[in-house]
T-cell receptor, first 112, second 114 residues
Framework: QQQVKQSPQSLIVQKGGISIINCAYE??????FPWYQQFPGKGPALLIA?????SEKKEGRFTISFNKSAKQFSLHIMDSQPGDSATYFC???????????FGAGTTVTVRA | DGGITQSPKYLFRKEGQNVTLSCEQN?????MYWYRQDPGQGLRLIYY???????QKGDIAEGYSVSREKKESFPLTVTSAQKNPTAFYLC?????????????FGPGTRLTVL
């Protein structure tokens, strides 16, 4: 049973468009929410992370939005580029946890 | 270059055979992890180790075994007891076994059971 539910499973966006990936969780003890990016045949790499004391965090074209009351968080990829084509995983954990709970992943394809 | 190496990249195994996947890191990290990745299921934790000579079961440890005799090495054995071993296996490390420490992943090993 996945503790973090991620949607959509895949999406296609045109170059320059916005990609949006949503995640939801139930465990109110979760207070750390990272996103990992994985290119085909490679291991995932940390992209950006947020804690619930802020509602939004931006790093370049990547923005995490966090809604604590709804227990949801999302990744927005602005001005999507073909090089952004990858699988994106959201994850969550509590501060005292040893492990991350990962979402199922979203495969993003950016068409030129 | 600092990082995590996994070998082999592709591995084929006959049913009933044990197989060992290698994971080495030169990041001087204390914690190491093994994940299994299946399509549509994200990453699931198999085992993790906080320190040398110590390791703990993750969510799906049945049919797997590990050892941690050296800080830089954390091999995973997929035993014949693992009923559905075909998957992509990822090794990771972090400074310590805290979820808020960034996990650095290796390139993975794709295991196929014939």
């Amino acid at each position: 049973q996945q503790q973090v539910k991620q949607s959509p499973q895949s999406l296609i966006v045109q170059k320059g468009g916005i990609s949006i990936i949503n995640c939801a969780y139930e465990n109110t003890a979760f207070d750390y929410f990272p996103w990992y990016q994985q290119f085909p045949g490679k291991g995932p790499a940390l992209l950006i992370a947020i804690r619930p004391d802020v509602s939004e965090k931006k790093e370049g074209r990547f923005t995490i939005s966090f809604n604590k009351s709804a227990k949801q968080f999302s990744l927005h990829i602005m001005d999507s580029q073909p090089g952004d084509s990858a699988t994106y995983f959201c994850a969550a954990s509590g501060s005292n946890d040893y492990k991350l709970s990962f979402g199922a992943g979203t495969t993003v394809t950016v068409r030129a | 270059d600092g990082g995590i190496t996994q070998s082999p990249k592709y591995l084929f195994r006959k049913e009933g055979q044990n197989v060992t996947l290698s994971c080495e890191q030169n990041l001087n990290h204390d914690a190491m992890y093994w994940y299994r990745q299946d399509p549509g299921q994200g990453l699931r934790l198999i085992y993790y180790s906080q320190i040398v000579n110590d390791f703990q079961k993750g969510d799906i440890a049945e049919g797997y075994s590990v050892s941690r005799e050296k800080k830089e090495s954390f091999p995973l054995t997929v035993t014949s007891a693992q009923k559905n071993p075909t998957a992509f296996y990822l090794c990771a490390s972090s400074i310590q076994a805290r979820s808020t420490d960034t996990q650095y992943f290796g390139p993975g090993t794709r295991l196929t059971v014939l």
